[in-house]
C-alpha cells in the first residue's frame, strides 16, 4: 500500500503543478490539457485499486495463515 500511496500522491502533485503551468503560462493547448487531466486521473483510480486490491489479498493470506481464518 505504501508503493501506491506513493504513486498516487506523485500522479496528483505532478497534475497540481502542470495544472498551475497551465493556468499561468498557457502552455498546453486546451485539447492537451484535458487529455493528461483525464489520463492522470484514470491512472490515479487504477493505481489506488491496485493497491486495495494487493492490501486486502495480503492481509487475507496473512489471516489465513495465522490461522484466523478457514480455507
Not at 505532478?14 to 487531466?37: D, E, G, H, P, R
Request: hydrophobic share 60%.
Amino acid at each position: 500500500m505504501k508503493i501506491g500511496a506513493i504513486i498516487c500522491l506523485s500522479i496528483f502533485v505532478a497534475w497540481v503543478f502542470m495544472s498551475l503551468l497551465q493556468l499561468w503560462f498557457s502552455i498546453l493547448s486546451s485539447n492537451m490539457f484535458w487529455k493528461l487531466t483525464i489520463t492522470a486521473g484514470a491512472l490515479f483510480v487504477v493505481v489506488l485499486a491496485i493497491s486495495l486490491v494487493v492490501r486486502e489479498y495480503i492481509a487475507d493470506k496473512k489471516l489465513k495463515e495465522d490461522g484466523y481464518i478457514d480455507s
